[in-house]
Nanobody, 119 residues
Framework: QVQLVESGGGLVQAGGSLRLSCAAS????????MRWYRQAPGKQRELVAA???????NYADSVKGRFTISRDNVKNTVSLQMNSLGPEDTAVYYC?????????????WGQGTQVTVSS
């Protein structure tokens, strides 16, 4: 089973920046696409950004040009650099990945990290 541990959330003023990190651990695994989701109060969880094992990325329209996702395949980590933050970015951010162990595929979620942007 893969465990995802997130870090880097917090409180920031509008216009500021935060960097989220997520580390995947588990034996005999191959991490595939890594993603960041977020869920604001009263709203559905939404995909923020994704990065494949070879580095292809995609972003939600609302964060394009402000957020950058990156990963380290050796360390099995994924990061989300968030710039020009606004109150609309306030949410719990979740790391997600799909992975394989042998011929079995599965997915895992992190516990979430709170990002609060004050106006």
């Amino acid at each position: 089973q893969v465990q995802l541990v997130e870090s880097g959330g917090g409180l920031v003023q509008a216009g500021g920046s935060l960097r989220l990190s997520c580390a995947a651990s588990g034996s005999g695994i191959s991490i595939n696409t890594m993603r960041w989701y977020r869920q604001a109060p009263g709203k559905q969880r939404e995909l923020v950004a994704a990065i494949t094992r070879v580095g292809s990325t995609n972003y939600a329209d609302s964060v394009k040009g402000r957020f950058t996702i990156s990963r380290d395949n050796v360390k099995n980590t994924v990061s989300l650099q968030m710039n020009s933050l606004g109150p609309e970015d306030t949410a719990v951010y979740y790391c997600h990945t799909t992975y394989s162990r042998g011929f079995r595929w599965d997915d895992a979620w992190g516990q979430g990290t709170q990002v609060t942007v004050s106006s």
